[in-house]
């Protein structure tokens, strides 16, 4: 399959400071991006989604940012708190009407109190 | 909760064997999506159903195999199970047949013995 991966597997953050996750993404004709939440012992859950004709998109606390000319990816999280640690994927498809979605590997992140 | 249920939480086989997993969409959603989730590989595309017939296929092994009834519920059947096959089995929804927010259930855990 395409190769969705993350630059760091683990990231530790302090209580109330602001988290960046980011993904890298190989297929350039991907046009449509998902970021998921797992908490342990739970299935994903949806966070933030972002299309390719767009290059940033806000949600309550989480920013999306897309970069199509170095294939780039970023969750921004603000203000993290405790019941954000979990494992956070970013998910790539090639078009809006084609359910192949490509997951990457996963960033756990950790929120020290 | 998201509103996906799963059965069995957990089924403990045997290799060689076959299994059944069950899936009931949340209610209105006509699309099911099957993913698969192992240690090694991540979270993996399977199968999507849509209104009863196969959308669009991932990574799909042949002795695996999947179908939506008019109830909209789904079942993935895995047969001639290996130990490689152990791995947590997700089931996702959505109103959509293409794009759109996907509402993942709890998972089913398999163990092949």
């Known amino acids: 399959g395409e190769s969705v991966g993350l630059h760091l597997p683990t990231l530790s953050v302090q209580e109330g400071d602001n988290s960046i996750i980011n993904c890298a993404y190989s297929?350039?004709?991907?046009?449509?991006f998902i970021w998921y939440k797992q908490e342990s012992g739970k299935g994903p859950q949806f966070i933030i989604d972002?299309?390719?004709?767009?290059d940033k998109r806000q949600g309550q606390r989480v920013t999306v940012l897309l970069n199509k000319t170095v294939k780039h990816l970023s969750l921004q999280i603000a203000a993290t708190q405790p019941g954000d640690s979990a494992v956070y994927f970013c998910?790539?498809?090639?078009?809006?009407?084609?359910?192949?979605?490509?997951f990457g590997s996963g960033t756990k992140l950790n929120v020290k109190p | 909760d998201s509103g996906v249920t799963q059965t069995p939480k957990h089924l403990i086989t045997a290799t060689g064997q076959r299994v059944t997993l069950r899936c009931s969409p949340r209610?209105?959603?006509?699309?099911v999506y099957w993913y698969q989730q192992s240690l090694d590989q991540g979270l993996q595309f399977l199968i999507q159903y849509y209104n009863g017939e196969e959308r669009a296929k991932g990574n799909i092994l042949e002795r695996f195999s999947a179908q939506q009834f008019p109830d909209l519920h789904s079942e993935l059947n895995l047969s001639s199970l290996e130990l490689g096959d152990s791995a947590l089995y997700f089931c996702?929804?959505?109103?959509?047949?293409?794009?759109?927010?996907?509402?993942f259930g709890p998972g089913t855990r398999l163990t092949v013995t």
């Open positions: 972002i299309r390719s004709n767009m």
């Open positions: 996702a929804s959505s109103e959509l047949a293409g794009g759109g927010e996907q509402y």
């Open positions: 209610s209105g959603d006509l699309s």
């Open positions: 297929n350039s004709a991907s046009d449509y």
């Open positions: 998910a790539e498809k090639k078009g809006y009407n084609f359910n192949k979605f490509y």
